[in-house]
């Protein structure tokens, strides 16, 4: 699943785009992600180490299981946020084993390490209504960090485990529109600088 964006937003991805679907399910789940040495540790077959530069404050990771598309995902996440800047980690896990983890068809990134794969940013106006319902967006609204209005969000994935396991780092910069003209590239490269994946 990862984060499924708003599946009505973006595309309707197997599970991930960033957030998730008004979706059923339980707020408990597998650990896949868990806080660290100053950032958070994946817990599953792709073991990683994320970290972000300073100025960012960090989230307590929440766990659940949900379905996407039919699938049964566990799913783990959690955040570095600034007031106008997010950087969302997902660590899942396709309950089912049917390798619905695979990002395959996206090209790669390489970023923030070999194997990533993603698309370019993407924007989208979510109204309150939307944030209330959605939960990876309502997870945010709580956590401080206000998804209402132009959020830009650039996402790349990386699958393991036969395409069972996968992580998706999200990055997403509160915007002045979604006009092309207002892209926020130099604040996601700012992002991309800040955040360190290393394996372990």
Excluded: K
């Amino acid at each position: 699943m990862s984060a499924r964006l708003l599946q009505v937003a973006l595309l309707s991805l197997t599970p991930t785009l960033f957030l998730t679907a008004p979706a059923a399910g339980s707020e408990d789940g597998a650990e896949y992600l868990v806080l660290g040495a100053r950032g958070y540790e994946t817990r599953h077959t792709l073991r990683f180490h994320f970290s972000a530069g300073d100025g960012w404050r960090m989230t307590e990771p929440a766990h659940r299981s949900a379905r996407f598309n039919d699938v049964p995902f566990e799913v783990s996440l959690s955040a570095f946020l600034r007031d106008d800047e997010a950087i969302m980690i997902h660590a899942e896990h396709v309950a089912d084993q049917s390798g619905a983890a695979n990002y395959d068809r996206f090209p790669a990134t390489d970023w923030p390490v070999g194997g990533f794969r993603g698309e370019q940013a993407q924007c989208h106006e979510f109204p309150a209504s939307v944030v209330a319902e959605e939960h990876d967006l309502a997870w945010l609204d709580r956590h401080g960090f206000s998804p209402v209005g132009a959020m830009w969000i650039e996402q790349h994935f990386l699958s393991g485990n036969n395409y069972n396991d996968e992580i998706v780092v999200s990055l997403i910069v509160r915007g002045e529109s979604c006009d092309d003209a207002d892209e926020p590239a130099q604040e996601f490269a700012r992002m991309r600088e800040s955040l360190s994946a290393n394996p372990r």
